[in-house]
């Protein structure tokens, strides 16, 4: 069930942007269209209010009109973040640009210029910390209602909320004996991803489809029912997770999506490369992942010494050097000749690309094809 749209304000210029945003929103998704809508109806309540004397696009100025909108965006309360305001302002920029083209106003291109966009703000990590993860989630599991498991669900697989919104019923998939994966379909970037999962996901799975209304059907599309909208679920997961909180004792605001934050940093401090943690959550960038996660000090400390300990070459180490021979046979020989030939290699990475590392390669390549004819003189059998 799709929300019920507000209707667009009477105003004269309402004619003239609809069409615009229509041209200019063709290939895009039918929310993408709904936000332009929105914008236009911002736009001419505020006209209509601060400046009813402009009815037609030739009587727009950048000041006072479109600077007192800009204004108007900052000063809501309470207010909207600078991803939303910048939407609107793109928007509205897009749809004056095809005005100023259709209609043929030029200086309506130059009403919004770039620096108008609000930038974004610099988004820290926003992990649960280990005290409030373990409190939440063993709260969780025991009210283990339908909203608890589906919000458990959510931190141990990183899902954004309406990717889970939108899981099927048959989402959980083997990938191997005792290996899983949940399929998650086209979401907010329009791409779908394998989350590997272990048993423990399996098993709220299988206690989310338990949990599930008795009137919700067994076999369809949806894994979650939302016979009420889609709307109308996320609200009821936020709402569980603030008296989740509360009941704990946990007085500052938490969210589900700092289950995806939480579930990034774990999934790097327990080994994950960073483009594994890049597909586990979806992400197009590792420039999106590094918002996600949170790297403190001791993070640092434990991978320096671990460096350290155990530091890993693009070239597996030598084996270790035999020991020297206790006679003077082919076999104690040729071990001599390979602890030769393991030292000259050591020694040849050191050097750099040139003559000598050139001539090291052909001696050992040499000292290969003697250790060969020494294996002919080894009277034990073979």
């Known amino acids: 069930m799709r929300l019920k749209q507000l209707p667009l304000p009477i105003h004269p210029l309402t004619d003239l942007l609809w069409p615009a945003a229509q041209s200019v929103s063709t290939s895009l998704s039918d929310s993408s269209v709904r936000g332009y809508r929105a914008t236009i109806r911002h736009f001419l309540v505020f006209l209509g209010a601060q400046h009813p004397e402009v009815r037609s696009l030739n009587l727009l100025r950048r000041d006072p009109h479109l600077l007192g909108w800009l204004a108007l965006l900052r000063s809501r309360n309470p207010p909207w973040s600078a991803v939303h305001r910048a939407k609107y302002v793109i928007r509205l920029r897009r749809m004056l640009e095809e005005l100023a083209w259709t209609q043929q106003l030029s200086t309506l291109a130059h009403l919004l210029v770039p620096d108008d966009v609000p930038r974004e703000e610099r988004s820290l990590p926003r992990p649960l910390t280990r005290e409030q993860d373990h409190l939440i989630q063993q709260e969780l599991r025991r009210r283990n209602d339908f909203n608890s ?3 458990l669900l959510l931190r141990h697989t990183g899902m954004r909320i309406g990717e889970c919104i939108d899981l099927s019923v048959d989402c959980l998939r083997t990938v191997g004996p005792d290996q899983w994966a949940i399929h998650v379909p ?22 989310i489809r338990s949990l599930r209304p008795p009137d919700a059907p067994h076999t369809g599309r949806l894994l979650l029912p939302w016979s009420r909208g889609r709307y109308l679920l996320p609200r009821k997961l936020r709402a569980a997770l603030r008296d989740t909180a509360a009941a704990v004792g946990i007085s500052t ?31 197009k960038s590792p420039h999106m992942t590094l918002h996600y996660l949170e790297i403190t000090q001791a993070d640092l400390q434990r991978e320096y010494h671990l460096a350290r300990a155990h530091p890993r070459h693009m070239v597996p180490s030598p084996p270790t050097p035999a020991a020297p021979p206790a006679s003077l ?3 104690g020989i040729r071990n001599s000749l390979q602890s030769a030939q393991h030292v000259m290699e050591m020694f040849r990475r050191t050097l750099p690309e040139g003559f000598s590392r050139h001539l090291l390669d052909r001696l050992a390549n040499r000292l290969i094809k003697i250790i060969a004819e020494i294996r002919n003189l080894d009277p034990s059998p073979r």
Not at 186 to 207: A, N, Y
Not at 268 to 280: D, F
């Open 186 to 207: 086209l979401g907010k970037l329009k791409t779908e991803r394998w989350i590997p999962v272990d048993s423990l996901v399996c098993q709220l799975l299988d206690r």
């Open 329 to 331: 046979d082919p076999a």
């Open 253 to 283: 605001r938490i969210v589900p999506h700092q289950f995806r934050h939480t579930y990034a940093t774990e999934m790097l401090r327990a080994g994950v490369t960073l483009p594994a943690v890049v597909k586990l959550l979806g992400h």
């Open 149 to 151: 498991n589906v919000l």
